[in-house]
């Protein structure tokens, strides 16, 4: 993946999912708020989909009462 001609795909984690963020679901959203998409009539939808760091995935996975 690329982005003002940097390979954003060998950076950090976190600077590809800001691309995306900024150059795809942003604008996608705003233009669904104009009305110049309508997301009912898309076949799939696109959305940032969240990651703990791996770093905080052990502390949520340990302050979960076992039940």
Same mark, same amino acid.
């Given at each position: %993946?690329?982005?003002?001609?940097s390979?954003?795909?060998? *950076?950090? /984690?976190?600077?590809?999912?800001? *691309?995306?963020e ?5 604008? $996608?959203? #705003?233009? %669904? ?8 009539? #898309?076949? /799939?939808?696109? $959305? ?7 770093? @905080? @995935? $052990? ?6 009462? @076992?039940?």
């Open positions: %993946m690329t982005s003002l001609n390979t954003v795909g060998q *950076c950090d /984690f976190n600077i590809p999912l800001l *691309c995306i900024k150059k795809i679901i942003s604008p $996608r959203v #705003e233009k %669904m708020k104009t009305g110049q998409i309508d997301k009912t009539k #898309e076949p /799939f939808s696109v $959305r940032n989909k969240p990651f703990f760091d791996i770093h @905080a @995935a $052990r502390k949520v996975t340990h302050t979960v009462p @076992a039940g």
